[in-house]
Each structure stands twice: as structure tokens, then as C-alpha cells.
């Protein structure tokens, strides 16, 4: 029995890494110098993708990282020297608040209650906050920031740094970057790749701010701290040793993504979305965590069970469709249901005809 994994990250591998691990093994790719030509070439590659995948400007920089996590500490380190405001929508974005709290921060939040999300147009931000936090789609509720609504909340307020979690969303929302300062990732969500790499995506903004802390005395130079990153990814390199075959990896499916294009990758995200809210609102043991329509994520589809969800995770795993449990305090009670790039349409006509079949 062939497993398929609906969870929301580790998730399904795309449809295509298997053969490119497997050129990737006979071209050695694991074993090249990430000083060498034949890396510096790969990972340009992978970063010109990326550009022309996401339509990011060359003022942006793209640096690795070892996971999303690990941007959180960076930014607190090189971005932000007392005050950051922390929009929290579950467990992920408030992991941000905490971890900049750790580092000695005045790190405030704005917290909605889970299952809903903040209504940007709403908000007053102090004029002592450096840097603000949105998590555009939070994994932990699936609650989902409309980017119409950052973009609001940006041209509202201009002066601090707009940082942008899109960790298991992206490529399906369209950004305009003109509207941000810094986007991050990590690629074992929709990217469809092993867990172990980070991407982290920032402007001259950021670039400045570092540069600014560090001539007051108030800049960690970490190993991986921004300017690092900058000087090295010049030269098409990286500040350490990367995970080298998942930049390759990386770059081998924004290629694909390219060559499917990002309209029908969009296009089938709807469609695929619409089949699981259908599901959610239609199933008399289910109901959508996430009541408001315009909140709802795209990309990771989280419902209530009625009774827990125990059952129906453990049946769904007997046929090999393995969904994510709910998440922290919801564990057992909910579902969470990943519809990323690489799962196809017929894949989640397939599951929710599985579970409008099942008694649980």
C-alpha cells in the first residue's frame, strides 16, 4: 500500500523529487564543496528560479537558512534592537512573540482568538516598533491573512519593517514585495521537499537596519546573521555549510512549478480548497475551524470533529491517506489536511471521498 501524506508539513514530496534525487546521487551532488564552481552555478540557478517563480525584485536578497525557525532568531538579532509587534494567530506566529521575547526583546502582541484571524484595517501600531510580524497562513488553525489586507496595513504604516511568514502557503498567494521588507519560508510544506532548509528573502531595508544596529554597538554577528548572508550570496554562496541537495532540490522544482505555471498551480489551490470547505460544511461530523470564508486558508484545511478526531485519522491511515492531527491544545480534536502544489485534484477528490465513506 502506497502512503500519501496530507499532512501539513513534513508533507508529501513533489511529485518530481524522486527523479531528481536520483540525477542529484548520480551527478554527486551531496558531495560537492559549497566552494565550488559547480555549486556556485547550482545555487544561482535555484535563486534566478526563485526570482522568476515569486517575482522578486533584484533589490531582494535570498539567503538559506537551516528551517524557518531559525529566521526568527536572526531577525531578533540583526533587525530589531528593542520593540517588535507580533501578530498571533495560533502557535507558530506565537512562537515568533516568544522567541523574541527570549532574546531580551520588548516584543508586543496583538493575539486573536484561534480560529479567527485580525482585522488589519483595525489596528493602531506604535511608532517605537521596528519590525511587525504577520503570519500570512498560519498552520497550527488554518487561519489565513488576505495579502489585500497586508498591503492595507503597510501603506498604513510604512516605517517599521513588515516581516511575512509564509511557511506553508507559498507559492500560491501573489505578493507584491513592493509591499514588504522580508518573506521567509522553509520547503518541506508546499514546496514539497525533505524537511532541513530555510529561505529567507529580504530588502535594502533590512540591509540598512542591520548595518545601522551594528554601528551602535546592538548587532549580533552571528554565524548566519544578515550581513553574512548579503556578502556571501553575492558571490552566489552561502555563509557555512548549506544543504546543498535540497538548494538543489529546491531549484529543480520552482522549475517545474515554472514549467506547470503558477496561474494553474493558483487555479487548482482554489479548486482543491473548495472540495475540502465542502467537505467540512457539508460532513455532519465536521465543521470548519476557521467560520469566517475570507480567513480561511488555501493551502492547509483545518476542522472540527465532533467526538475527536482520533478515529478518522487512524481509519484514513489504514488506507494509506495520512492527515495531520490537530495541533498543541487541539490535538484530537482536530484535522488539519494539507492541499500543497504537489497533491493532485484527483488525490483530494479521492480523500474526501474516502471520508464521506467512512463511520467514524
Known amino acids: 500500500m502506497k502512503n ?206 542591520a548595518e545601522s544596529l551594528r554601528a551602535e554597538g546592538k548587532y549580533h554577528d552571528s554565524y548566519n546573521s544578515i550581513l553574512k548572508i548579503v556578502k556571501m550570496s553575492k558571490k552566489h554562496q552561502t555563509t557555512c555549510t548549506p544543504n546543498v541537495l535540497n538548494i538543489y532540490l529546491l531549484g529543480k522544482v520552482v522549475q517545474d512549478m515554472l514549467n506547470k505555471g503558477i496561474k494553474q498551480i493558483r487555479q487548482e489551490a482554489k479548486y482543491k480548497s473548495a472540495l475540502l470547505y465542502n467537505l467540512f460544511e457539508s460532513h455532519p461530523r465536521l465543521n470548519p475551524f476557521v467560520t469566517e470564508k475570507k480567513y480561511r486558508s488555501i493551502t492547509v484545511g483545518v476542522a472540527e470533529v465532533e467526538g475527536g478526531s482520533e478515529k478518522l485519522i487512524r481509519a484514513l491511515a489504514d488506507k494509506g491517506l495520512n492527515i495531520g492531527n490537530g495541533y498543541g491544545e487541539f490535538k484530537n480534536k482536530h484535522i488539519r489536511i494539507a492541499s500543497f502544489p504537489t497533491h493532485s485534484k484527483e488525490q483530494i477528490e479521492m480523500l474526501v471521498d474516502e471520508v464521506n465513506q467512512l463511520d467514524f
Not at 514585495?177 to 530588502?203: C, E, H, I, M, R
Request: glycine letters at 4%.
Open 4 to 209: 500519501i501524506f496530507f499532512t501539513p508539513g513534513p508533507s508529501a514530496l513533489y511529485f518530481t523529487v524522486e527523479q531528481h534525487i536520483k540525477a542529484a546521487l548520480k551527478a554527486n551532488i551531496p558531495s560537492i564543496s559549497h566552494r565550488e564552481k559547480a555549486y556556485v552555478k547550482m545555487q544561482q540557478e535555484t535563486t534566478e528560479a526563485l526570482r522568476e517563480l515569486l517575482k522578486l525584485p533584484d533589490s531582494f536578497t535570498i539567503g538559506f537558512t537551516s528551517s524557518a525557525t531559525e529566521v526568527w532568531d536572526r531577525m531578533c538579532e540583526n533587525l530589531i534592537s528593542n520593540q517588535s509587534l507580533h501578530f498571533v494567530n495560533g502557535a507558530f506566529s506565537e512562537k515568533f512573540h516568544k522567541a523574541a521575547l527570549s532574546q531580551g526583546k520588548m516584543a508586543k502582541a496583538i493575539v486573536a482568538t484561534p480560529g479567527t484571524n485580525h482585522d488589519l484595517s483595525q489596528v493602531e501600531i506604535d511608532k517605537n516598533v521596528e519590525l511587525v510580524s504577520l503570519t500570512q497562513n498560519e498552520t497550527s488553525t488554518g487561519a489565513a491573512l488576505p495579502v489585500e489586507d497586508i498591503i492595507t496595513l503597510r501603506q498604513k504604516y510604512q516605517d517599521p519593517l513588515l516581516a511575512i511568514d509564509a511557511v506553508s502557503s507559498l507559492p500560491v498567494p501573489k505578493f507584491d514585495f513592493n509591499q514588504l521588507d522580508s518573506l521567509y519560508f522553509s520547503v518541506q510544506k508546499s514546496f514539497g521537499l525533505p524537511a532541513g532548509l530555510g529561505v529567507w528573502t529580504f530588502n535594502e531595508r533590512c540591509i540598512e537596519r
